[in-house]
């Protein structure tokens, strides 16, 4: 009896995980199909770094303080070419003006390394989150496959990242507001 109980917990246990599973990939691969919500081109100085475009399954952005409140992709493609290494820099200034603790960043960071690749101009990055977690997705030119480069388990990574573009304290407001879709 005892052994069929925990045969039953155990099997439950693994549909539930199995499902999850299932059902996060399921989300993630929709991605491409999600609605604009809005884009945004980065220049500084007279440099054109990169187009983002943020999606949702609804084309909306639910602006709350939790930064991902809800599913969404952030897509960006490159305009020039940019390391790895320069792109964890770019990140760790990022979150320190946003004024993360200084011991999460060099954690973070250390997770990040393991994920940026070096970018060529054309190249696209894509962030893809249920809201907790997120996966990176790596498009090294038209006409190619997509791949997923990476994974974010940590809510508190995952919005991080998302501060960069999403956080009313961004660097960037006027970004912002053309992501989210509130400066049309």
Request: proline content about 4%; hydrophobic content about 35%; charged content about 25%.
């Amino acid at each position: 009896m005892a052994k069929e109980i925990v045969k039953t917990c155990c099997l439950s246990a693994l549909l539930m995980v199995s499902s999850a599973v299932t059902a996060k990939e399921a989300l993630e691969k929709q991605w491409e199909n999600w609605d604009e919500v809005g884009e945004a081109q980065l220049t500084v100085f007279i440099f054109d770094v990169y187009q983002s475009r943020l999606l949702t399954p609804s084309g909306e952005y639910i602006s709350q303080q939790d930064i991902t409140p809800h599913p969404l992709a952030l897509n960006i493609q490159y305009q020039r070419d940019i390391s790895s290494q320069q792109l964890l820099e770019a990140t760790e200034g990022e979150w320190e003006k946003l004024g993360f603790n200084r011991g999460d960043i060099q954690r973070w960071s250390r997770n990040l390394a393991k994920i940026f690749p070096d970018i060529k101009d054309g190249q696209e990055l894509t962030y893809v989150t249920d809201g907790n977690s997120g996966r990176f997705y790596y498009n090294p030119a038209q006409n190619q496959d997509i791949t997923m480069i990476g994974e974010i388990a940590n809510e508190s990574l995952n919005d991080a990242f998302l501060s960069i573009w999403l956080s009313p304290d961004t660097s960037y407001p006027e970004l912002r507001k053309q992501l989210i879709g509130k400066a049309r």
